[in-house]
């Protein structure tokens, strides 16, 4: 065998082999309906057609999100609470919502998730970072202001990010939610 053999072409998809392709996509990745409809695409771009009717992704996806194989509700909520859980703000967890093709009707439940848990995540990218009441408690202005942009880069809204900034070293974050909240 060959190293350097030149592969074969793939066949041209049909009805059948599109439907396989997204059934093994949804095999292996939590997806969006529009996520697997781009995927289809690209595939159908790269191989060809090779079908008698007109080939209907549209179809495929929506016959996949009927199935429950595929729900942009459940990937919004999954996607916020690892997002969260991280660190990140509820503009960062809209972003990639809406990078992925979540609806805004599919995402609302994610996005109030975002919103419940700002406090708690916006002292776990502190604690992640070591900035704020996690850092080294030096006071250099630049470097406040460093910090302060991460996070709001991080989809934190300044009123929290400056109430995180604010705190007193020497705590957890169990004890700094409270604080911040009264703070807003």
Known sequence: MARNAPKRPRPPLDEDSLRDLALSYLGRFATTRAKLASYL????RERGWGGERPADIEAIV?????????D????ALSKSRALTARGYGGRRVGLALRSAGVDPGDGEAALGHA????????????????IGPFGDGTADPRMR?????????AGHDFAIAKAVLALPGGGDIDEYVETVRQAL
């Open 72 to 75: 942009d509700a459940a990937f």
């Open 41 to 44: 695409s690209r595939k159908l």
């Open 115 to 130: 919103e419940d848990q700002r406090v708690e995540s916006a002292l776990r990218f502190a604690q992640k970072r070591r």
């Open 62 to 70: 929506g016959r996949m999100a009927e199935l429950g194989y595929v």
């Open 145 to 153: 202001e460093r910090t302060l942009a991460a996070m709001i880069r």
